[in-house]
């Protein structure tokens, strides 16, 4: 046996850990100077609100880069206005020429992860100045989306503020988050809002309650409250039943008794977000995050990937069917009913006004997989239908563009991205050209 093949052999073992560590450090000292360059910040951009659970805190700034602890995918400043939104600063009085045009929804408005000019609101509010402006007539697009908002807090938010700009035409984005959040009292984020109970490691009720009964939920007693479905629908169980086989679903919605509380929260909350602003931001509303190793990271993320790709599982959907109890989660019947009330309420409201209210469907593209998502947009088409509401189908749009190719959301986060944002502000600008008028004022 030569006994030079063992030296070699460690030399060679020696030379490949050699070129290893220096591949390596070569790729943590790149990472590095990306991420010194493209740093990620925690933020507390929302203030605690009695009525609607939080809003943006008006005439301020941050920068918002995702939840990794670089800004892989975006890093975008975001300014509010003196009115609380992500949007230019509007006067409330509208010009004798102007025509308004608002859009309500979640952080799929607000729309955070992009520069302000290419959110969906601003293109089509450039696009109808450029292509319907006749007779002197100015065309403003408000942009009223907040973060985490469901269906009830969006009406919270026409009552409280939107209605007071007198807009012609408003828009709701509407997707399953959003309905499911309206049968949720909680916001469980600490990082963002500095809301758990630090002591029972509960969440803190504060989202508004919606209830399609006379009282409180926690009014009934435990014997009272086991005849009826849960605490959000007031009817009783074997009415329940029948109900399901009704085929004048819509109609019964009217007959629901509706009633919506403030969060019950509120004050703790306050109190919380405070405590966690000077224990752990420091006194600050923004910090930059700490950094780490970029190779561990790319590691981490390696196996990540690879473990979803021999682990693939089907979403949990047991939520969507069944009557639902206190114990678990309400029904999909019950999410929709609640839902579909409660954007009766505000489309009504709109129409009072002898305005224009849309709603944008957007059910079965961020989430195909739950089959009841289908019956969803059927309930919403035919809502919209009975109510004499707009409605639109984004999710053929934005189905048929992604079936295309194309990427409409992030890679790394669920939001409309740039191309994402286009489409529904052509969905929005193809509705407003056929059905526009110019408003008396």
Request: aromatic share 14%.
């Amino acid at each position: 046996m030569d006994e030079r093949k063992p030296q070699i052999l460690f030399k060679l073992i020696a030379v490949n850990i050699f070129i290893f560590l220096i591949v390596a450090a070569f790729i943590e000292v790149c990472g590095q100077i990306y991420v010194y360059f493209h740093p990620s910040y925690k933020v507390i951009p929302f203030e605690p609100h009695p009525i609607l659970g939080w809003r943006f805190i008006p005439s301020s700034e941050h920068i918002i880069t995702g939840h990794h602890w670089y800004a892989r995918e975006f890093s975008s400043k975001v300014k509010i206005n003196s009115h609380g939104f992500r949007d230019f600063e509007r006067t409330i009085e509208k010009g004798a020429k102007t025509v308004r045009i608002a859009l309500l929804g979640d952080s799929m408005i607000a729309a955070r992860q992009l520069e302000f000019e290419k959110t969906a609101g601003q293109l089509l509010e450039k696009r109808l100045n450029n292509e319907l402006n006749t007779n002197g007539y100015k065309y403003e697009v408000l942009n009223f989306g907040v973060p985490g908002y469901g269906i009830d807090q969006i009406l919270l938010n026409w009552t409280s503020y939107v209605s007071k700009f007198k807009p012609d035409f408003v828009f709701v984005y509407i997707f399953e988050k959003n309905y499911l959040r309206t049968i949720s009292t909680t916001w469980c984020q600490r990082e963002f809002f500095g809301i758990n109970d630090l002591g029972e490691k509960k969440c803190l009720d504060i989202r508004p309650v919606v209830t399609l009964k006379t009282g409180r939920p926690e009014a009934l007693s435990v014997e009272e409250g086991e005849n009826f479905v849960n605490d959000f629908l007031y009817i009783k169980r074997e009415e329940f039943q029948r109900l399901k086989a009704r085929t004048d679903r819509i109609s019964y919605i009217d007959e629901l008794p509706f009633q919506i509380f403030i969060p019950k929260d509120f004050q703790k909350f306050v109190d919380q977000q405070k405590e966690f602003i000077k224990k752990e931001m420091n006194g600050k509303r923004s910090l930059e995050v700490d950094k780490k190793s970029f190779l561990l990271d790319l590691m981490s993320n390696l196996r990540r990937s690879i473990s979803k790709f021999f682990n693939k599982h089907e979403e949990e959907v047991g939520i969507y069917y069944g009557a639902g109890d206190k114990k678990n989660f309400p029904s999909w019947m019950t999410t929709n009913l609640v839902n579909l009330k409660t954007l009766k309420m505000l489309g009504n409201q709109v129409l009072d006004l002898k305005k224009d209210f849309i709603v944008m469907d957007s059910f079965q593209f961020h989430n195909d997989s739950i089959p009841p998502i289908r019956l969803a947009s059927n309930w919403l088409n035919e809502l919209s239908n009975v109510s004499n509401y707009g409605y639109i189908p984004i999710y053929e749009k934005l189905n048929r563009s992604k079936d295309q190719g194309r990427s409409l959301t992030w890679k790394y986060d669920p939001h409309l991205n740039e191309v994402g944002n286009k489409v529904f502000a052509d969905a929005m600008f193809e509705y407003l050209n056929k059905k526009i008028t110019q408003p008396s004022n």
